[in-house]
């Protein structure tokens, strides 16, 4: 049974930083990209950051780069976002998803972990 367990959400000043971490089991992800999205309340989902199992090629949405950054550790199986700079818009649950490399199916999704920015 293939599980994503997201981790490290919470309540943090503007200006502040978190680090999520998303835990994968289940099955070797080697033919994936993982991927953090996020959703706000009211709004759609939207992707925020995506990195290849195999190379750790990285792509960011125009609205966190510079100021995220993610990164997998293969032995652990794990996942992270490293968010700094955090504002006020960020507020939002995030999800880890795993998306089959080079095509639009994202058969596993994380339940998601809520990150709170005050202003």
């Known amino acids: 049974q293939v599980q994503l367990v997201e981790s490290g959400g919470g309540l943090v000043q503007a200006g502040g930083s978190l680090r999520l971490s998303c835990s994968a089991s289940?099955?070797?992800?080697?033919?994936?990209?993982m991927n953090w999205f996020r959703q706000a309340p009211g709004k759609e989902r939207e992707f925020v950051a995506g990195?290849?199992?195999?190379?750790?090629?990285?792509r960011y949405a125009d609205s966190v780069k510079d100021r995220f950054t993610i990164s997998r550790d293969n032995v652990k199986n794990t996942l992270y976002l490293q968010m700094n700079s955090l504002k006020p818009e960020d507020t939002a649950v995030y999800y880890c998803?795993?998306?089959?490399?080079?095509?639009?199916?994202?058969?596993?999704w994380g339940q998601g972990t809520q990150v709170t920015v005050s202003s």
């Open positions: 998803a795993a998306q089959l490399t080079g095509t639009l199916s994202f058969p596993y």
């Open positions: 289940g099955r070797t992800f080697s033919a994936y990209t």
């Open positions: 990195i290849t199992w195999i190379g750790g090629s990285t």
